[in-house]
């Protein structure tokens, strides 16, 4: 096993970054990953980290949604990290 880290970032609309981070903050994963952390950078940026134990890099895990087209500037960017201790 190892653990693996999921990043999940966003850019909020205008005036809209207090709602994206209540909704990113709000979301329920389909179960418990061993940690969870919640960022904001600026207005408009959001940012949620969360750790998996996992087989490898690329298993299957739940992931926070895309928020609804009108809250955000862009799709979302994700990424997958494998912890090297």
Known sequence: MT????MWEARAAWDRGAELLEWARAQVLARE?????????GPDR????????????AAELP?????????ITRPVHRWRFESLG
């Open 33 to 41: 990953p061993l940690r969870r952390e919640t960022f904001r950078a």
């Open 3 to 6: 653990v693996v880290a999921l």
């Open 46 to 57: 959001v940012l949620v980290i969360t750790w998996w134990e996992a087989a490898d890099v």
């Open 63 to 71: 992931e926070l949604p895309e928020p609804a087209d009108d809250v």
